[in-house]
């Protein structure tokens, strides 16, 4: 073995979205918008006259790459137009086509937030879209908005919110809860305070995605707690998202002080706090029970993957790190996040054993790790 090889190693995908096919073939421009982050409207730009040479208006790296690998798996021209219209042909099958795609990857499971798109979409009917083994985490937020509505005090809502995350903790498939208070209030998170967080309920009661941080900051403590009880692992949304987060909040340095004092808690930084992953490995390196995803920035950060997997392990413990892509629309999301991290880990990996850090078995060793085994290690209790 000259170097290593990740083309065949399977992969546990450690956080994404279900989706469901679409009912008509998608126009380039929709195929475009469906792979964007942003929650803003496009500008409307005219179209129908580019030279098909030229980026398509408003994509970036990540698009590109993808309509190039796609033009690859389906042996077609490397242009949007071509390859939207080869995937026309090809997702009259969605299911066929989706499990296709897994397949090629080799994604073996994943680990999914059903709390995005909302209302929930069906976990049955995703599972057997892809046909993949599918762990559950439980989002927090949608708990918070529903029950606020039914009751009358926040002696009430604290009483039947920690019942309510109790109960899905017991549930088999559920291996934890998730929050996204980085969207609602930021990461800085105060002491548990239940005078103030009780003078915030009527603002709370008015609007459910009111900022209220001290009812945020309060039902995230009372998730820890529940996570440890449960020994069960608590996701944070950390780093950027969709245009709503609250990005100068954002960073997964302000959950430090939070993170040390809920030392037995084991914590799943989701995203890695992209664009500060170095925070993150930081963090994941000096606190035995914290661990981070590299999803999100994988894929969508595009070519910069082989940047950050390089980053990341200045200070991440090889055994820290886990899979993950962020998937949220379209079953190629899943598909492109293996492979561009796959090539991109690969460069990384061997230029370790150009440097002489290390032979090829133990860097081989280490993208397993980071594909499949970390999970594997980190939720086998739950298997
Ligand atoms: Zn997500």
């Excluded at 096919?21 to 942003?38: D, G, H, M, Q, R």
């Amino acid at each position: 073995m000259s170097g290593v090889s990740l083309r065949d190693v399977q992969a546990i995908d450690v956080h994404c979205h279900p989706y469901v096919a679409n009912p008509n073939p998608y126009t380039p421009e929709e195929f475009v918008k469906k792979l964007s982050l942003s929650v803003i409207p496009s500008s409307g730009l005219k179209t129908n006259e580019r030279n098909k040479k030229h980026p398509y208006p408003g994509t970036n790296m990540w698009v590109q790459i993808l309509i190039n690998r796609l033009a690859k798996y389906y042996s077609c021209a490397p242009e949007l137009e071509e390859v939207v219209k080869q995937r026309n042909v090809r997702t009259a099958d969605f299911r066929e086509y989706t499990r296709e795609l897994f397949r090629d990857a080799n994604i073996i499971g994943l680990v999914m937030d059903f709390g995005y798109p909302s209302p929930p979409l069906d976990k049955k009917e995703y599972t057997d879209l892809c046909g993949v083994r599918i762990w559950e985490i439980y989002r927090i937020e949608p708990v918070m908005a529903r029950l606020r509505g039914e009751c009358n005090s926040f002696g009430e809502f604290v009483e039947k919110y920690r019942a309510d995350l109790r109960g899905a903790l017991k549930k088999e498939e559920i291996v934890g809860l998730k929050s996204i208070i980085a969207y609602r209030s930021g990461l800085q998170i105060s002491e548990k305070n239940e005078a103030a967080a009780n003078e915030q309920w009527e603002e709370f009661l008015a609007n459910e995605r009111a900022e209220v941080k001290a009812i945020r900051d309060y039902c995230l403590h009372v998730a820890m707690e529940e996570c440890t009880e449960a020994e069960k692992v608590m996701h944070i949304h950390t780093g950027i998202g969709d245009g709503d987060v609250i990005l100068d909040k954002a960073s997964p340095s302000f959950l430090f002080p939070l993170l040390r004092k809920y030392s037995d808690t084991q914590v799943h930084l989701v995203h890695g706090g992209y664009p500060w992953m170095e925070e993150a490995a930081f963090i994941v390196s000096v606190l035995p029970n914290v661990y981070m995803d590299i999803s999100l920035q994988n894929p969508f950060a595009g070519h910069g993957v082989e940047r950050i997997l390089s980053q990341v392990f200045e200070f991440a413990p090889f055994d820290k790190v886990m899979y993950g892509s962020d998937a949220f629309t379209v079953p190629e999301m899943n598909w492109m996040g293996v492979h561009l991290f796959k090539e991109c880990f690969e460069k990384v990996l061997n230029s370790w054993i150009a440097s002489d850090y290390m032979d090829v078995e133990t860097a081989q060793a280490i993208g397993e790790m980071v594909l499949y085994r970390n999970f594997e290690n980190v939720y086998r209790p739950f298997f």
